[in-house]
Structures are given as C-alpha cells and as structure tokens.
C-alpha cells in the first residue's frame, strides 16, 4: 500500500504561482500512476493532472488547466508535483494527490490553496 502527503499549498495572490508536492511511501513508486484534483466548496472533486507510471510520459489534462498546470514526478524522490501559474480565485479549493495502481486508488489528505489579494 502507499501513503500520500501533499504539501505546498498556501495563500498567493491572483496571476501568482505555487508548486505543489505529494510525496508517497511507496517501496515500488515508479509503478504507481499520479493524479492531482482539486475540491472546491460546495463542488465535486475534479481532474487538473494525470501522468502514468515508470518515466511518467504520458499526461492528461483537462482542457481549462492546459498551459497552466504541469505535473512531474521524481522516482527516486518518490514525489509527484503539480506546478500552478496565473492562479485565479477560481482555483481556490482544497488540491489532492492520488495513486493508482490495477484497481487500487489511494489518495493523499489535501492541501489548501486560497488564491486572493
């Protein structure tokens, strides 16, 4: 099984940027496929970011998060990353990591990022 912590969320005011990270305890990481979503309040859980597993080339994007969004990961790092630019309030919401593996799907306890002057 994996563990997954995000980090780097945080306040920025609008056209800022912030790096997100997510971190997973994953002996065999590499195998994993990532995720990022977003909740915002009162609002479903949504895609911003899929890459697949081993060197992560394959990646997925909603259409809205093209050309802002970029996700990465670092094996030996075990870590996954979500770089954010040109952050409107729209992007406030709670941001969550997952794993996906065959059928099982793991996901990380949020970070908070508040996009506001």
């Known amino acids: 099984q994996v563990q997954l912590v995000e980090s780097g969320g945080g306040l920025v005011q609008p056209g800022g940027s912030l790096r997100l990270s997510c971190a997973a305890s994953?002996?065999?990481?590499?195998?994993?496929?990532m995720g990022w979503y977003r909740q915002a309040v009162g609002n479903q859980r949504e895609l911003d970011a899929t890459i697949s597993s081993g060197d992560g080339m394959l990646k997925n994007y909603p259409k809205s998060m093209k050309g802002r969004f970029t996700i990465s990961r670092d094996n030996d790092k075990k870590t996954v990353y979500l770089q954010m630019n040109s952050l409107n309030s729209e992007d406030t919401a709670v941001y969550y990591c997952?794993?996906?593996?065959?059928?099982?799907?793991?996901w990380g306890q949020g970070t908070q990022v508040t996009v506001s002057s």
């Open positions: 994953a002996s065999a990481f590499r195998l994993w496929a």
């Open positions: 997952n794993a996906v593996l065959g059928g099982t799907v793991v």
